[in-house]
């Protein structure tokens, strides 16, 4: 089963910009569509953006323009690169890896926070 360890959470001013990072491990990045999503407090987790194997991406609305996630399978990392960061952003923000092939299991990262605020 992959395992995947987010980081480059943290307190940013309203108009700033974070980079996360989410690093797999124990199996290859390419047979996963991965996914970044975040939950704030008292609110359902939420998809933020995803990217498949061959580079397409997709954006939740509220973050399109701002945010980018891109991914690089030889070094088995996908990253978030959020810009423009509003008080509205604040949340913790998981990586989670879905897996082509029904022999393979799933995965969440265990989260990192981000905190926009002045």
């Known amino acids: 089963q992959v395992q995947l360890v987010e980081s480059g959470g943290g307190l940013v001013q309203p108009g700033g910009s974070l980079r996360l990072s989410c690093a797999a491990s124990?199996?290859?990045?390419?047979?996963?569509?991965m996914g970044w999503y975040r939950q704030a407090p008292g609110k359902q987790r939420e998809l933020v953006a995803t990217?498949?194997?061959?580079?397409?991406?997709d954006y939740a609305d509220s973050v399109k323009g701002r945010f980018t996630i891109t991914r690089e399978n030889a070094k088995n990392t996908v990253y978030l690169q959020m810009d423009s960061l509003n008080p509205e952003d604040t949340a913790v923000y998981y990586c989670?890896?879905?897996?082509?092939?029904?022999?393979?299991?799933?995965?969440w990262g265990q989260g990192t926070q981000v905190t926009v605020s002045s």
């Open positions: 989670n890896a879905v897996p082509y092939a029904l022999s393979l299991r799933g995965s």
């Open positions: 990217i498949t194997s061959a580079g397409s991406t």
């Open positions: 124990g199996s290859i990045l390419s047979f996963y569509r």
